[in-house]
């Protein structure tokens, strides 16, 4: 019997000059209707980005972000290139890229969901991780004094491959995506001391987040380029559709 496993795709664009950026933030409204016609399409958002390395309040006006949860690997395929939203991003990006992401762990909720629909995982290739929360008005200017510290030891990591921050509402809204050469790489990040530690440690003990989710996910697809990407992170196209 043949079975498809849920695929995952998040999708960058860059935009380049005030009229293609003014654009790409108004699709951030207008390309909404078109978004929940997407066949095979379970759960989108569309999000903004922050500057420097991503992880700080300040939004980044030239990149955005498209993230789709799909039934298949081949509707995550087929949407990311011909519909609508996807083409017209496109059409006026600079530059884009996608990664196809499969999920093989998941907790919380987003938007009071479980988007995510775990696959065993094959533990081979490089593994993304993304975190996702709506901080709590009262404790936003302290969760936003300890980002750049956590911004900093990320990108001084040599092992990292990718990393941005990306969110649907500024300040409140906060989405951190990661991309690591292998989970232990990525364990050990997160067991070491410093900003990182302190900050999970004060969001435990603070019940800053009124909504948090954290996920894992192989990455088994890309499509397009982006800077400072030197190499594929997976072969692409790919044989993604599994059986049973």
């Given at each position: 019997?043949?079975?498809?496993?849920?695929?995952?795709?998040?999708?960058?664009?860059?935009?380049?000059?005030?009229?293609?950026?003014?654009?790409?933030?108004?699709?951030?409204?207008?390309?909404?209707?078109?978004?929940?016609?997407?066949?095979?399409?379970?759960?989108?958002?569309?999000?903004?980005?922050?500057?420097?390395?991503?992880?700080?309040?300040?939004?980044?006006?030239?990149?955005?972000?498209?993230?789709?949860?799909?039934?298949?690997?081949?509707?995550?395929?087929?949407?990311?290139?011909?519909?609508?939203?996807?083409?017209?991003?496109?059409?006026?990006?600079?530059?884009?890229?996608?990664?196809?992401?499969?999920?093989?762990?998941?907790?919380?909720?987003?938007?009071?969901?479980?988007?995510?629909?775990?696959?065993?995982?094959?533990?081979?290739?490089?593994?993304?991780?993304?975190?996702?929360?709506?901080?709590?008005?009262?404790?936003?200017?302290?969760?936003?004094?300890?980002?750049?510290?956590?911004?900093?030891?990320?990108g001084s990591d040599p092992n990292v491959l990718f990393?941005?921050?990306?969110?649907?509402?500024?300040?409140?809204?906060?989405?951190?995506?990661?991309?690591?050469?292998?989970?232990?790489?990525?364990?050990?990040?997160?067991?070491?001391?410093?900003?990182?530690?302190?900050?999970?440690?004060?969001?435990?003990?603070?019940?800053?987040?009124?909504?948090?989710?954290?996920?894992?996910?192989?990455?088994?697809?890309?499509?397009?380029?982006?800077?400072?990407?030197?190499?594929?992170?997976?072969?692409?196209?790919?044989?993604?559709?599994?059986?049973?």
């Amino acid at each position: 019997m043949e079975s498809t496993m849920q695929c995952v795709s998040l999708s960058l664009f860059r935009f380049d000059g005030v009229a293609a950026r003014s654009w790409a933030f108004a699709m951030m409204g207008a390309a909404r209707p078109s978004m929940a016609r997407v066949p095979g399409l379970k759960f989108w958002k569309l999000c903004g980005s922050g500057t420097g390395e991503g992880f700080t309040p300040f939004p980044n006006t030239a990149v955005y972000a498209v993230l789709g949860v799909f039934e298949s690997d081949s509707a995550a395929r087929e949407a990311t290139k011909t519909a609508r939203a996807w083409r017209l991003f496109r059409s006026r990006a600079s530059e884009d890229w996608t990664l196809f992401l499969r999920p093989i762990s998941a907790r919380g909720a987003w938007s009071g969901e479980a988007p995510f629909r775990i696959a065993e995982d094959s533990g081979d290739g490089p593994i993304a991780a993304l975190t996702r929360a709506t901080i709590k008005p009262s404790v936003a200017a302290r969760f936003w004094q300890r980002v750049p510290d956590i911004s900093e030891v990320i990108g001084s990591d040599p092992n990292v491959l990718f990393k941005i921050g990306i969110g649907e509402v500024p300040l409140l809204h906060q989405i951190t995506f990661s991309v690591w050469p292998d989970a232990e790489s990525m364990a050990q990040f997160a067991r070491n001391g410093g900003p990182h530690s302190d900050a999970i440690r004060a969001v435990r003990t603070g019940a800053w987040f009124r909504e948090e989710l954290y996920a894992r996910f192989r990455i088994v697809g890309e499509m397009g380029r982006w800077p400072g990407i030197d190499a594929r992170l997976a072969p692409d196209p790919a044989p993604l559709e599994a059986t049973t």
